[in-house]
């Protein structure tokens, strides 16, 4: 079955960190694109960063520019956003998704609160 | 970046009638290589992540139903839903992937009257 878990989410108080991983199965890891997005009630769903399939390319939304870093570990399967410097408004549910373009399967999401 | 706007905002529709949801683009997501629209349509029921119905501006994805179907080019684009079903009541999204930042729109949210 092709699937994707996230993991890491949790509560942190702003200005600190955590990393979220996105175990990938089913599928060639390897040969695709992978994407954070991320979704709050307010500001709906917004895409923050992608890699390519050889972790050698990778965009950043501006609000996370900076803070968030994206990787991939091809041999484990699995995609990584590391974040730096949380504020508030990071607050959101953070889903992994198979790209490059649609993104075509989505993990089932990790809860990120930022607060004190 | 990229904006991308929907309308209309909320809809309700009878079962087994037309729901047609709009997404304009602020420019064309037009690719000039291939002569496709990077524009996707997404389906979000409550608790669960969004799920691709649509690609490249009308590409149907395996296992949707053919009452799903979109159309446009450049920057508007249409989703309809023919003979409405209860399952599909939900929130739809439209996405450009032209150019990064890929931007969703805000969303419509479809039920059932």
């Known amino acids: 079955e092709v699937q994707l878990v996230e993991s890491g989410g949790g509560l942190v108080q702003p200005g600190g960190s955590l990393r979220l991983s996105c175990a990938a199965s089913g599928f060639t890891f390897s040969s695709h694109w992978m994407h954070w997005v991320r979704q709050t009630p307010g500001k709906g769903v917004v895409w923050i960063s992608r890699?390519?399939?050889?972790?050698?390319?990778?965009n950043y939304a501006d609000p996370v520019k900076g803070r968030f870093t994206i990787s991939r570990d091809n041999a484990k399967n699995t995609l990584y956003l590391q974040m730096n410097s949380l504020r508030a408004e990071d607050t959101a549910v953070y889903y992994c998704a198979r790209g490059p373009y649609a993104f075509d399967i989505w993990g089932q999401g990790t809860m990120v609160t930022v607060s004190s | 970046d990229i904006v991308m706007t929907q309308s209309p905002d909320s809809l309700t529709v009878s079962l087994g009638e037309r729901a047609t949801i709009n997404c304009k683009s602020s420019?064309?997501?037009?690719?000039?290589?291939?002569?496709?629209?990077?524009l996707s349509w997404y389906q979000q029921k409550p608790g669960q992540p969004p799920n691709l119905l649509i690609s490249w501006a009308s590409t149907r994805e395996s296992g949707v139903p053919d009452r799903f179907s979109g159309t446009g080019s450049g920057t508007d684009f249409t989703l309809t839903i023919n003979s409405l079903q209860a399952e599909d009541v939900a929130v739809y999204y439209c996405?450009?992937?032209?150019?990064?930042?890929?931007?969703f729109g805000q969303g419509t949210k479809l039920e059932i009257k």
């Open positions: 420019q064309s997501v037009l690719y000039s290589s291939n002569n496709k629209n990077c």
């Open positions: 890699i390519n399939s050889d972790g050698g390319t990778s």
């Open positions: 996405q450009q992937c032209y150019d990064t930042p890929y931007t």
